[in-house]
């Protein structure tokens, strides 16, 4: 089919010349690093420039405020306003700063936590034990799915925070953001979502769905490469919030560099510390440019068709597929598991198919808005041929060390 009859068909494979790494690979792998796009190489370039030639003046020519006007454009993505959004290295660091808002130590000390959070998160917040933290992590009964009760049942008077991830890393699974906020704020407790798997894939509102903290980063569904985690906080409650994870660009007048305790600045600037990641931020907006061009709605519709496909194709295969089949229930990832996962994911990397393994849940495949018809299918065939391959592989052995030992040549030790 040539590429113009394609792109009649499905308008978002225009995009396709946007990003090098489509012409040489199937690129299945957006949900762990996006593809980077063509002009992140001038953006870096822009950078370097601004720097050499610009020198101390970029600070106060744009570098300063980046964190924020760069986080304006990551705002429009997920439904914040405008300065509402900072950007920091990662989620790890954001998940941080928010924690680091609360006091531990009195009644309400309980941090309710889904059991399908990715694992950094988690990390932090048995940290907070130490500061006398009670962690409760809901747990998943299947490891694919957590139903909305189970999580609103462990959310009480002594929740301080509730974090919950919008789409969970392994299994693709859609938490219902917009219940758990409601029944969080109903017994006065906050809620941090983490929108790493699903800002970019499918539409979010931040102010709909009424949550308080919002985290992510850029590298995967939103194609801006590492060192650009960013965090959202509702501004009615920042007056209320001062992160003890902190540093000179949170004080009011910075420049001032006073002693002391910080004078926390009456902006989303409250939530920086120190001295920015000004090239991710280079880097990063490129990518946040063209999600919001494309327009996370037509990604996510495209995105439902072709990840319904990948599970009628797997149905077909007789594979486990680890992810849930309703629509409003599953993000842009669908996780097969087949026998031997690790080294089949390898074998697809061999044969220029881009996916992921990860233990206990199976290889991730993820179609992105670039993605053509023809790459799901072909993802699937070679998965279907290596898999078909290493089970006739193995019986083969199998039959040759039974023959091996009924003739004496293997010993039993
Ligand atoms: C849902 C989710 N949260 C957090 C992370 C990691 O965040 P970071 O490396 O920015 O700390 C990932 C994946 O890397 C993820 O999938």
């Known amino acids: 089919m040539s590429r113009r009859t394609m792109e009649s068909m499905d308008p978002l494979l225009a995009w396709r010349a946007e990003f090098p790494i489509l012409a040489s690979t199937t690129y299945m792998i957006s949900h762990s690093l996006g593809a980077m796009p063509r002009h992140t190489a001038d953006s870096l370039q822009e950078f370097a420039q601004t720097w050499a030639e610009r020198g101390i003046r970029a600070w106060e020519e ?65 940290g907070l034990r130490r500061q006398g933290a009670r962690v409760v992590a809901v747990p998943s009964p299947d490891g694919i799915t957590l139903p909305t009760e189970l999580m609103l049942a462990a959310i009480d008077e002594e929740t301080q925070l509730v974090s919950v991830s919008h789409v969970a890393f392994r299994s693709s699974y859609v938490q219902d953001l917009a219940a758990i906020a409601a029944r969080a704020h109903d017994v006065g407790a906050m809620i941090v979502a983490d929108l790493y798997q699903s800002a970019g894939t499918l539409p979010v509102d931040v102010r709909a769905l009424g949550i308080d903290f919002a985290v992510g980063g850029s590298v995967k569904w939103l194609c801006g490469g590492p060192g650009a985690g960013y965090l959202y906080v509702r501004r009615d ?78 149905a077909e295969a007789g594979f486990r597929v680890n992810t849930p089949r309703p629509p409003a229930e599953r993000g842009g990832v669908v996780t097969i598991d087949v026998p031997e996962g690790r080294e089949v994911a390898q074998e697809l990397e061999r044969r ?41 592989n193995s019986r083969t052995q199998a039959s040759t060390i039974g023959k091996a030992a009924d003739s004496g040549s293997i010993r039993s030790k």
């Open 62 to 126: 744009g570098w300063w405020e980046m964190p924020i006007t760069v986080g304006n454009a990551i705002g429009r993505i997920i439904g914040a306003g405008d300065g509402e959004v900072v950007i920091h290295q990662n989620v790890s660091v954001c998940q941080w700063i928010v924690t680091s808002c609360f006091q531990w130590s009195g009644r309400r000390n309980k941090l309710v936590t889904d059991g399908l959070n990715f694992p950094s998160n988690d990390y932090i917040y048995h």
């Open 237 to 314: 409650v920042w007056p209320k919030l001062e992160p003890a994870a902190t540093g000179w660009a949170a004080h009011r007048e910075p420049f001032a560099f006073a002693s002391g305790p910080v004078e926390f600045a009456d902006s989303a600037f409250r939530f920086l510390n120190g001295t920015p990641n000004i090239p991710a931020l280079y880097s990063a907006r490129t990518g946040y440019e063209i999600i919001h061009r494309v327009g996370v709605t037509a990604i996510r519709e495209k995105s439902l068709r072709q990840t319904q496909r990948l599970l009628d194709l797997a």
């Open 352 to 392: 220029g198919v881009l996916v992921d393994f990860r233990p206990g849940a199976g290889i991730r495949v993820a179609p992105h808005f670039y993605t053509a018809d023809e790459e799901n299918e072909q993802t699937m065939a070679e998965l279907c041929s290596i898999v078909r391959h290493r089970a006739m």
